[in-house]
């Protein structure tokens, strides 16, 4: 009788097996050769303690180097993914993203904000969500007005977006020439080289308590999308349920925007993908969303850093990708179910 | 199951009120027509019903006030049956029923094993089998307002108000639909449906409530309260009035004149 629960489930298990597939395909990549042998050697001896553990420099650059990178892809992309699953279904509107919705360059300007005013990296996060809260409330207050609701909040996101670049660039002027600017320009362009473990736990912490709520209300998720009327004759609390999936949402944007900078798009095109495979049903489209978004954020991070000798910040890449998407959406709209 | 409406009255501030202390009293196995011109307060009474506005006055289920209710037990005893219309996304029917059961799971709960059996059942009342994993949008109106039905089902409630159901049906699926609401009415079902046709009302219902200008203007039988007066004054339309005899009993029909 549920049949369809056990296709979602294959569906995120091979998923999962695909995420961790691609994390172990993914430490050979770079300037310092790694075998795959390598990995299981150091992995077999430090966690089962088998065998004998590879030369001393290996375990540096899989410890230091490449499982830093890998994990942070990981969260960012997953985080990213899910809060714009999030935000579509809160939204009723498939257009909806961190970045359509301005909730991105909010958290950019918070962190540029708190990087100038040489806040800790907790305060980045905490100025990063603050201001990423402040740019869903307005989302919020106009996208409920006009007549092209869907419309309506994508022009909203897009001025909100404007008026935070502008915000950011200010800042910009203000910043120490020598030290500041070239942190907060390299950090807005998107990339995930600077990973290291400071990073990953600062991206880490936000990043599972934002998560562990939109996956324990994801049901409640689903009943948002048909309506605040219908929702509250079901007996369900639409305005609670939303300020809670928006904060956890917002709060994943922050975490991923202030460890690696401003990587677009990544949030409007995974929910789509994944939706493909596991149908609009929110108990599996969002972790399906979670687990496709790390496996598609590791993917494009070792595109980022292989393909050419130097390195391209990430959020291009992901720019390449997302706005023709986008542009699709917005040519096939009715049919973006 | 009793429903009691006393002196109902409501209005939105610094505007014209809607609701005018409408009275009425209901109980199962009742099917309800609630007639009236647009604009007349029949969405405006439901969603008072419905604890969505809250008006003067007083509703009195099974001697509880609808009012002391939690949202959730309310929903547990009234529910809503709004005209189809698909969601943001495209779910399965089988998705759609399950959102029925909201009302009886916890904030982090997810529908299980005892709401998969009642799903079941349901879909099985309802005949909704073969349609139980299509997508919801690719459905016909007239299956569409069946899941919603079913959705209904689903809240255990035994109140249903209904928002003009067959309004976007062709003619055999509103036949069709009538007369399901007729079984469920027997069944124990106190059902309230907004309609914009006379001709239904009389042809299926047990009683109509004629609401005028936000006031009650008629509350009976059919026969009895559509003459071709209160068409009149519903509609500001002359109609001739026939009583047709058929199968035993008669059947009024309305000519526009």
Request: charge should be negative; avoid cysteine.
């Given at each position: 009788m549920m049949k369809k629960t056990k296709k979602a489930a294959w569906v995120l298990l091979i998923l999962l097996l695909l995420l961790i597939g691609c994390i172990l395909l993914s430490f050979?990549?770079?300037r310092y050769p790694v075998s795959i042998g390598d990995i299981f050697r150091q992995f077999g001896h430090d966690?089962?303690?088998?065998?004998e553990s590879p030369a001393d420099s290996i375990g540096r650059v899989i410890y230091n180097i490449r499982l830093p990178r890998i994990l942070l892809a990981v969260i960012v992309g997953a985080g990213l993914s899910a809060a714009g699953c999030a935000y579509q279904c809160v939204f009723q509107?498939?257009?909806?993203s961190p970045d359509v919705l301005g909730a991105s360059s909010g958290a950019a300007f918070g962190a540029a904000l708190a990087i100038l005013m040489g806040l800790s990296t907790g305060g980045v996060t905490l100025s990063a969500f603050v201001m990423s809260l402040f740019s869903m409330l307005i989302a919020c207050l106009v996208g409920?007005?006009?007549?092209d609701r869907i419309m309506t909040l994508v022009l909203a996101g897009m001025m909100i977006s404007s008026l935070f670049s502008a915000g950011t660039s200010c800042l910009k002027l203000a910043a120490?020439?020598?030290?500041?600017l070239p942190e907060i320009t390299y950090w807005l362009m998107g990339s995930?080289?600077?990973?290291?473990w400071r990073s990953v736990m600062t991206a880490l912490i936000p990043t599972v308590i934002g998560m562990a709520v939109l996956l324990l209300l994801r049901w409640r998720l689903q009943l948002l999308t048909i309506g605040d009327e219908e929702a509250r004759a079901l007996g369900v609390h639409p305005g609670r349920t939303r300020i809670a999936v928006i904060l956890a949402a917002t709060l994943l944007t922050a975490a991923a925007i202030s460890s690696s900078?401003?990587?677009?798009w990544v949030g409007l095109v995974i929910p789509h993908m994944t939706r493909k495979l596991t149908g609009s049903e929110t108990r599996f489209l969002l972790p399906g969303t979670a687990l496709m978004g790390g496996i598609f954020l590791l993917v494009v991070d070792n595109v980022s850093r292989t393909l050419l000798p130097v390195e391209l910040p990430i959020g291009i890449l992901t720019a390449f990708i997302g706005a023709p998407f986008f542009l699709w959406m917005i040519v096939k709209r009715g049919g973006a179910r | 199951m009793k429903l009691v409406v006393d002196r109902l009255s409501f209005g939105y501030p610094h505007g014209?009120?809607?609701?005018?202390?409408v009275s009425f009293s209901a109980q199962s196995g009742e099917l309800i027509s609630l007639l009236g011109p647009n604009g007349t307060g029949k969405t405006t009474l439901f969603r008072c019903i419905l604890g969505q506005l809250r008006a003067a006055g007083k509703i009195v289920l099974d001697g509880e006030p609808?009012?002391?209710?939690?949202p959730k037990a309310l929903a547990a005893k009234v529910a809503y049956i709004p005209q189809s219309h698909s969601p943001a996304f495209s779910y399965p029917v089988e998705e759609m029923i399950l959102m029925g059961a909201a009302a009886g799971l916890k904030w982090f709960q997810h529908p299980g094993k005892a709401e998969y059996a009642r799903l079941d059942k349901v879909v099985e009342n309802l005949g909704l089998q073969p349609l139980?994993?299509?997508?919801?949008?690719?459905?016909?109106g007239g299956e569409q307002q069946l899941v919603m039905m079913a959705r209904a089902m689903m809240t255990d409630a035994r109140v249903w108000l209904l928002d003009?159901?067959?309004?976007?049906?062709?003619y055999g699926n509103q036949t069709r639909l009538m007369v399901l609401l007729q079984q469920l009415a027997e069944k124990g079902y106190l059902l309230i449906q907004s309609t914009h046709s006379p001709q239904q009302a009389a042809l299926y219902s047990s009683r109509v409530l004629a609401l005028a200008d936000g006031k009650l203007a008629g509350d009976g039988a059919p026969s009895e309260v559509l003459d071709a007066d209160m068409i009149q004054t519903l509609y500001g339309l002359r109609v001739k009035i026939c009583d047709i005899p058929s199968g035993g009993r008669s059947v009024r029909v309305f000519l526009p004149d």
């Open positions: 050979p990549l770079g966690l089962l303690g088998l065998g509107n498939p257009m909806a409920a007005t006009g007549k120490d020439p020598e030290s500041q995930l080289s600077g990973a290291d900078g401003t990587i677009g | 014209e009120q809607l609701l005018k202390e609808l009012y002391s209710l939690t139980r994993h299509r997508a919801f949008d690719t459905l016909s003009e159901p067959a309004a976007n049906l062709d």
